[in-house]
């Protein structure tokens, strides 16, 4: 068998960052020194101008003044200066061109003195001789004066020329220098940005080889956005350690209260099966079987309930029911072991309640609230049910004086088979909270609970109220305005 070739590693993410970060500097340092050495370039070029344009004027004046004598003298007085650098200055009369006056200067030999433009009457023009057979480039301004004299100044460009050369060096040892100051610079700042990340992958990994979530990414307290995300990721490790510490602890209890009806089961099989043929024997035992199987059955179709109702597919008939029968329908099933606990139920709901609900689910959520009050409440307590009405919404109340729940519980009360500490005791899986809250909300309504543990709970149930009792309480109002 051939063997595929391994395909080529990708360049990291840190690696690529540097390369980007070194490539946008170098681009803009490069961009800053063009425009550095073009500004450089334009102004020394102006600079030249000036210079030629001024010497123009002077030497023009100093002719028109003294003739040639006069122009000599004013070529001479430059040359005492420190600061002097030879020009090229002809002039050339009006009639045959003449040549009236040339500096002295054997260079200027070199050039075709005939590509100079000829200005107009009054007229300025700028002339570039020379080039790599003549020499050094010449720069000449030439006007026409009032006498018709053609008067030339020239100033060459090699000092120019040679100072941007100069420019140019440094330039090119400055951008050498700035590639290596932007790879490491890259290199530096890749590092620094991606540490929250190699952070984050550290944290991650471990938690992967080790399986163990108490793991949390270190907190630089900066205040962006990496910062928000090693915070995010460590609440949702809090989440996530949280949530496996619920299930374990549902597992635990969902192992604990189904050994107890299967072993049941098989204790009631067993000795059905070790005892003599006895037809009404057996069938005390099947009828156990069938009771413990039966709790077994309720216990998984609850769970199913809740996920129903909390995806959101759970089928609800809705009707128009009356709260207060299905009240009073939950206190007289719980009456008797009401009385049996010597806890007493205070119905207040009284009159027509009318609320668009299915009547067997909400049946079934009146019912564990109230169960629940019962079963929390000491002998002597009172379990107190009420409800009122607002312009939008249909509230029942359950209020006890039971034990009570711990603030640091109340939150988790409404989770799948969570149970209190004050509560291992007492017969059931912690579905029934879970199951009230579910079904609640998917009629579109809210519970909420409050405690104070010592002296009791009170739970609030809120539901739309049906539109035709909404529009009856709008004329109300304004009837009574």
């Not at 073009?38 to 028109?64: C, G, K, M, N, P």
């Not at 000449?140 to 060459?156: E, H, I, P, W, Y």
């Not at 009420?386 to 919404?393: G, K, N, S, Y």
């Amino acid at each position: 068998m051939f063997s595929t070739p391994p395909e080529p590693k990708r360049p990291t993410l840190g690696l690529r960052l540097a390369i980007w970060y070194a490539a946008i500097f170098v681009v803009s340092s490069l961009a800053l020194i063009g425009v550095t050495y073009f500004l450089l370039s334009t102004a020394l070029r102006q600079y030249d101008r000036e210079v030629i344009e001024s010497t123009l004027v002077r030497y023009a004046t100093a002719y028109r003044t003294a003739g040639v004598n006069g122009l000599v003298a004013a070529i001479r007085r430059d040359e005492t200066g420190a600061s002097y650098e030879a020009l090229f200055v002809r002039a050339v009369a009006p009639f045959q061109n003449d040549l009236v006056y040339i500096s002295p200067q054997t260079t200027w030999s070199r050039y075709d003195l005939a590509q100079l433009k000829t200005p107009a009457p009054g007229e300025q023009t700028w002339s570039m001789l020379g080039g790599s057979e003549q020499g050094e480039p010449l720069e000449v301004a030439s006007v026409r004066l009032n006498d018709g004299t053609l008067f030339q100044v020239g100033k060459s460009t090699a000092r120019r020329e040679a100072l941007l050369g100069r420019f140019r060096l440094i330039l090119l040892i400055d951008f050498a220098s700035l590639i290596a100051i932007g790879l490491a610079g890259g290199a530096v700042f890749t590092a620094s940005a991606l540490r929250p990340l190699t952070s984050l992958n550290d944290t991650v990994r471990d938690i992967l080889r080790t399986g163990n979530v108490h793991s949390r990414v270190p907190a630089r307290e900066q205040g962006d956005a990496l910062d928000e995300l090693g915070l995010q990721v460590n609440a949702m490790l809090d989440r996530i350690e949280s949530l496996i510490g619920g299930m374990r602890g549902a597992l635990d209890n969902v192992a604990h209260d189904l050994r107890t009806p299967m072993m049941r089961l098989r204790g009631v099989a067993e000795s059905a099966l070790q005892s003599p043929s006895d037809a009404p024997a057996l069938r005390e035992a099947l009828a156990d079987c069938l009771e413990e199987s039966e709790q077994v059955v309720a216990m998984l179709n609850t769970l199913m309930d809740i996920s129903e109702a909390e995806t959101g597919t759970m089928r609800l008939e809705r009707e128009r029911v009356n709260l207060t029968e299905l009240v009073a329908h939950a206190v007289e099933l719980y009456e008797d072991a009401a009385e049996d606990r010597e806890v007493t139920i205070d119905n207040q709901v009284a009159g027509d309640v009318w609320v668009d609900v299915d009547r067997t689910r909400m049946r079934r959520v009146i019912a564990n609230l109230l169960d629940n009050a019962v079963k929390y409440t000491p002998a002597g307590g009172r379990v107190v049910l009420a409800t009122r009405t607002t312009e939008d919404a249909v509230v029942f109340t359950v209020r006890d004086t039971g034990i009570g729940i711990p603030a640091d519980e109340l939150p988790r009360i409404w989770e799948r088979l969570y149970r209190g500490d004050k509560s291992r005791s007492a017969h059931g899986l912690g579905l029934g909270l879970s199951l009230v809250k579910a079904i609640v909300e998917a009629h579109g309504g809210r519970i909420s609970a409050e405690s104070e543990p010592g002296r009791g709970s009170v739970f609030t149930l809120r539901l739309a109220a049906p539109a035709a009792s909404r529009v009856h309480e709008v004329h109300r109002v304004h009837e009574g305005s």
